[in-house]
């Protein structure tokens, strides 16, 4: 569709921001009547939202077959059976959505296709010869958010391109993963917008090596570190990010024997630190989780919070969570505040009764706990604490967890790897995602392939994938003014939107004509032909955000003269039929 | 993608049916690899098929826009509460899938979209001006068929083209749907499909005029009714044909007043007309159907089959089912066997209690009943019939139901309109649909517009439906031969089918020069560059199907003679590259 009349294609466009509309791209894209929601976390994409749409799926469908992805169609509700397959019918919990048919038999609404992609692979996949091969669609996802919002930025439908590479071996993997960065770098490039790409933790997908796409936004959910010095590449999730202190830890051996301090109602660390007139950062946090058959209890530098996600992925404890009382209780013979390592009543791998229920302790250190004196600690003593602790007497961290990493890195610490430069934080959002995923779904879907000399063996696999609907809101959150939207010329739904002035039917019929004429050289033009003034006809203009407007009125009739604006700078110059058709200006 | 290599793009072609597969399409499309099934009714497109797909999709919204379409892209799930405003919540049964998302909130995943573009066109539509509108959109559908089959044609999860037109009176609404007719011929035509456009009843869908596109095939599911002379237009479901015989029933006087015959142990229709020595013609049957609160006794010559669609049409019920024993004899005094319109110890329109039920009672006479005489009918009485009834006299049937028609037609029966022509049938497979829906949504969601003179109007309504699995399923049972699919060039994947027939890397390394040489061109071409024999690539090549093949051997070397194939007819003849590229031959 290259070009339509306001009489033919109608605007959507409307005065009044959505009630729950907090972001920009969300009042906007409802405004200028690109979008508007359904029910909660379920958009219809108007007519103006759908050219932008598809001019999106266009750009991504043709850098990834530039890659040589090949594109298939996969159903959306998926199988239960395959999702036994991988244990993520359990492990995905409430944000899969489930649904049964007449039957009662059970799918799932996808919310990703790595097991129908490799049920797929299993199908097919028979000799080294067909690999490497990367199967990607363009379809609708769901995902059960619990709090829906940012209009398009967090859905429960959503459009996702998802990629699934599989390879004969690791340097195969690699080398299509560097495509499909460079590929996304690409699409977003054409989209002409800015991502950071950032390292990430794999999560739930169980993976090694991945990265993220993230448009750095206020509005962003996850927390990105970057290196204060913009020309050295370090980026990372703050799920992911290494911890290294800017002002070292003091290793030092303590001269003096634990001592222990009565420290009534004091639990806190910043509040016993206060009390005791102690350094906070010679403090030891104890932090206590459990699972349905673990405890795991984690200790970290008093200054500092843990990461749970580094310390799952250490330990390859699935879903922690705090420890209740009475499991603390269990485990220190105290009450909460006062847990430590030091005289603490259970030990490592060895197994306690929590309510009637058998679970193994174990032990996690952060290596910043290491080679440590004077540090200060709970006391597994209702009121007390110890100073002058000393890790390696006192207590001691196994060799195997010397290098352990749990803490959550933050702004202000040091850049990993450039021991005089500062991390900077910023938050983003994530619109692409590439994936090392090994042998995980391949080893459950049972993917055997032959070799050059007949011997089988399970290739490993690679994900790739990039939300529709987030890149677009994330255009519009980094291309707007006050007045409306300002798309990229890639991806509006017109090059032109075309403004005419007139006070009778006569006037009307020259720019009808001179609309025609545009037509017929295949110029790409939205016509407002409306019967309105031309205050409303500019505003929409500027709202809708097309790259260019030509304003045509009486100047036009008098000698052929179009005003020709740029929305991005506002910049206007006069210009005629031909300037358009020769030059596309 | 315009061309592509074996090696990028596998082949994914296999000698084995599928076990479920009875049709040619299934069969086929599944060998040639371009579907694959997942589960019951849910389908992967395979690469060839995504192909397909896209460009059917393509063709659909080249000729949709022509006709001023305006496309938009809803929600697949959709909001319960839409469906209750509707009232088809209730009456769309267990083909309807639903869910519960986590908060136990329900949602349909919709099998059509009336009630979400309905909720639409009430929050956009304000003004006459905006009128008429068509929207469409080309996305998933759900229908929990009870037995899904045959491969694309029959599938719970499947891709139709859905538009939604509003009109400020019926002469609008005419001209629209008229157009869309035009618009359905235009793209089957584009598809080389061959279908047949037949009157329809619009059943669940509540409407008044609708037409099918049919494809005549042997394992349609629907009936179709045409004129044995083809250059008559008339084509109707069986569902909706008016039914005229095709030799007239005797209208006489009876001379005789009834008399009662002993008819023991003889029950249906034939066994009674047999023992009694009577023509089968000049029975009443009598049938008796219940829903929740009605009774309706429905009265047909015996010699046809009752149509209870357009008995339904008529009476206004919804779900009727054949009444239970218990309720033939609460209106009847008698087992059911010898129920007749003679002494019927029921009237119309009066309540009786069955099971503790009220129902109102209706009685529905088929105008071929009037005015005859020596009817032979049940006697409402064990082991007994009438002969010598008389309508008029003995029963009477309502003025108002002197032109009911409730009978099934069939092949025999007279052409409506043409009193020296017979109907032929054939079975048919619905590849499209056009209706006429009226005001049934627009009264539901309360759509109000504002006319030229500021008094509000409800707008009238029509709906335009395509399937594209089933358009593809019907083009390859249509276009194939036993050696495989034989694809218009509008839908094949590719245009040519290059097999290459070479000994050594040498050899190889000429046609992948040649392949770079038709790529440069944008020749359309998938180029078979497998290290196989070249029987395996000539039956790949006819199998998948597309419209030419090009074969490069020796030949090519010697002096740059391509042999091409035209999958259709066979003809080879030898060609150069310059041919194909001045020509595109």
Redesign the interface.
Known sequence: ?LNVKAS???L?TTNENPKDAVVTSHKLLSRAGYI?K??SG??????F???V?QKLEQIIREEM?RS?A??????????S?LWMKSARWDSMG??M??????HDYQYV?GPTHEE?MS??AA??LQSYK?LP?NFYQIG?K?R?E?RPRYGLIRC??FVMKDAYSFHADDQSLNETYDLMRQTYKNIFLRCELDTLSVEADSGAMGGSGSEEFMVASEIGEETLLLCEDSTIHYRANQEKAEYIPAVPYTFEVSSHLPEKKLTTGKKSVEEVATFLEMEIRNFIKTVIFENSDSIVIAFIPGDREINEVKLSKITGHRELEMAEESTVVSVTKSESGYAGPYLLPVENNKKVIVQNKEKTVHLVYDRNLRKRGNLVTGANEKNHHFINVQEGRDFIIPEEQKNYDIVKAQAGDLTPGYNDKKLVSTKGIEVGHIFKLGKKYTDSFNIKVLDKNGKSFTPTMGTYGIGLGRTIATVVEQKSDEKGIIWPESLSPFKYYMVSIYKNDEQKKVFDQLFDELVSHKISVYYDDRNESPGVKFTDADLTGFPYQLVVGKNFIADGTIELKNRKNGQKSNITLKDIIENNV
Chains 1, 2 share one sequence.
Do not use: A, C, H
């Open positions: 569709m033919q294609l109608p959507f508007k359904q029910s379920f958009y219809v994409y108007l007519p939202g759908n050219l749409y077959n040589y090949v594109e298939v169609k996969l159903p959306i509700l998926t199988d059976e409430k944000e959505m489930r649904m049964k048919d007449r609404l129908s049920w797929l199908n097919f067909q091969v609708t769901y059960d619990i429960r439908e």
